[in-house]
C-alpha cells in the first residue's frame, strides 16, 4: 500500500549530493543461492545473511533489523527542493517502495548551467551505526533486489565516515541499470568519488561508513518515472581464508 503523496520539501542529506552528469550503467548479477536462502558463495566472496527491514522512526518509516554485521540506523529520504512533487512513499512491510516522477532538469534558454542544486532528484538509504562510523570488517559490499513495475537507473552511493556530507566530492557511488528482481551486487572499491568518472578515487572505508543509499538522478534530458520497492538487503563478505 501507499499513503498519499508527500509534500515538496528536502531533509538533510546525509552525503548523497546531487551530481552534475547523469550517467548509467549496466550492474546486474544474479546470486548463486536462490531466493530464500540465507548466505551463499559469490566468486571469491560470500554472501551474508538478509538484513530486514523494520519499524523505525526516521525520515522513512523503518530502520535495519537486528543482524550480526553491527549495522544499526534508520532509513532516510533526501530530495531536491524542485522536480518530485509527485512522489509517493509506500507503506509495506521489510520493503521500502516509491513511486512517482523525478522530473527533468530544465534547460535555461540563455545557455548558462541548468539548475541542478534544485532539480537533483531523489534518494533513499539508511544510516549505518545511529551516527557513528561502522566499520565495515569482513563486509566488503552490499547485494540487493529491487523489484518494480516501472525500474529506473539508480546511483548506490555510500558516504565514509568523517567527511563533509555537504560536499559533493564526499559521497561514493556507482551508477546502475538494475533489472526488476535481480540481485544487485555492489562491492566498495567499485564506488568512486564521482561515478561519471571511473578513473577517480575509490572509497576509503578504513575510517568506516556513516551511510549508503539509492539516488534516482536527474537529467537534463528527459523526466525519469519510477515505481520499484528496494528489498532483501544482504552483506557481501570477504572469503575466509582456505
Known sequence: MRNASLPSFRFI???????VAAVSASCAATPTNGPGATGGQIGDTNLGDVVNFVSGT??????????????????FLSRS?????????GTDPGKICIHGTVDAVPTPPDGSH?????????????????????MPGSVVGFSFTIEGTVMSPVRFMALP??????????????????QSNVAQQVQFTQLTQFCWDTASLVIDTSKGLSNFGLQIAATTNAAIPFDWCLKDLRPILAAKSP
Not at 526516521?58 to 532509513?75: I, K, R, T
Not at 541548468?114 to 561502522?134: C, H, Q, R, T
Open 58 to 75: 526516521g525520515d522513512l518509516p523503518y530502520a535495519l533489523g537486528d543482524n550480526v554485521y553491527g549495522m544499526s540506523g534508520n532509513a
Open 114 to 134: 541548468p539548475p541542478y542544486s534544485s532539480y537533483w532528484g531523489i534518494e533513499v538509504g539508511f544510516d549505518l551505526n545511529l551516527g557513528l562510523a561502522w
Open 161 to 178: 565516515f568523517g567527511l563533509d556530507p555537504t560536499a559533493e566530492a564526499s559521497a561514493k557511488c556507482l551508477p546502475m541499470n538494475p
Open 81 to 89: 527542493t524542485l522536480g518530485n512533487s509527485s512522489l509517493v512513499i
Open 13 to 19: 542529506t546525509r552525503g548523497l549530493l546531487p551530481f
